[in-house]
């Protein structure tokens, strides 16, 4: 079974912290993703990868940054927390066989409080 | 960009009815429209999928239905079971193939 693990499921910063938020697959995949989950908003995308050292901006990507030095793991950073960052992020991984029309396997989430 | 409703928000149903949710998308170039189960505490998975060169896909309980010229796709789970209850994600790929999720819908199923 495909795993994805994340390095906390909760996470309690400060404003103005930088924050690091890890994420680990362990089936060789090409693609990963984070997202961010809000309440009536859905699961919305900030940056992905397609590959090693390779990111594109999602949808929301302003005040985060992402790193994928290895294949199988992928970072989300954000550089100066604010308040409204606190949310559930996910990441998620895909073969990459399809383009964007593959599976994604999700991790189990971070639930991150900004004070 | 590519904008993805989903309706209802929640959804109550008697162990044993139908549950569907439906989803519209407004990009006429997406082709792919998979529905993800997010239970408590954990991360979504996948539990089916359509391409756009099929109209309707099913498994064991569960179907999808696509409609194409209307742009709207739905979610049919039948014989519904406790173990149904949880958050249901519509999602649809946009012009450059990310995925655009829908807001999703919470199904709770009473004994």
């Known amino acids: 079974d495909v795993k994805v693990t994340q390095s906390s499921r909760y996470l309690v910063k400060r404003t103005g912290e930088k924050v690091f938020l890890e994420c680990v697959q362990d089936?060789?995949?090409?693609?990963m993703f984070w997202y961010r989950q809000d309440p009536g908003l859905g699961l919305r995308l900030i940056y992905f990868s397609y590959d090693v050292k390779m990111k594109e901006k999602g949808d929301i990507p302003e005040g985060y940054s992402v790193s994928r030095e290895k294949k199988e793991r992928f970072s989300l950073i954000l550089e100066s927390a604010s308040t409204n960052q606190t949310s559930m992020y996910l990441c998620?991984?895909?073969?990459?066989?399809?383009?964007?029309?593959?599976?994604?396997?999700f991790g189990p989430g971070t639930r991150l409080t900004v004070l | 960009g590519e904008n993805v409703e989903q309706h209802p928000s929640t959804l109550s149903v008697q162990e044993g009815d139908s549950a569907v949710i439906k989803c519209t998308y407004s990009d006429s170039a997406s082709n792919y429209f998979p529905w993800y189960k997010q239970e408590l505490g954990k991360g979504p998975q996948l539990i089916i999928d359509?391409?756009?060169?099929?109209g309707e896909k099913k498994d064991q309980r569960i179907a999808v239905t696509l409609n194409k010229t209307a742009k709207h796709f739905s979610l049919h789970i039948t014989e519904t079971q406790p173990e149904d209850s949880a958050v249901y994600f519509c999602a649809a790929t946009d012009s450059w193939g990310k995925l655009q999720f829908g807001a999703g819908t919470q199904v709770v199923v009473t004994p």
């Open positions: 998620a991984s895909s073969p990459g066989v399809a383009g964007g029309s593959d599976e994604q396997f």
């Open positions: 359509i391409r756009s060169n099929v």
């Open positions: 089936m060789d995949h090409e693609n």
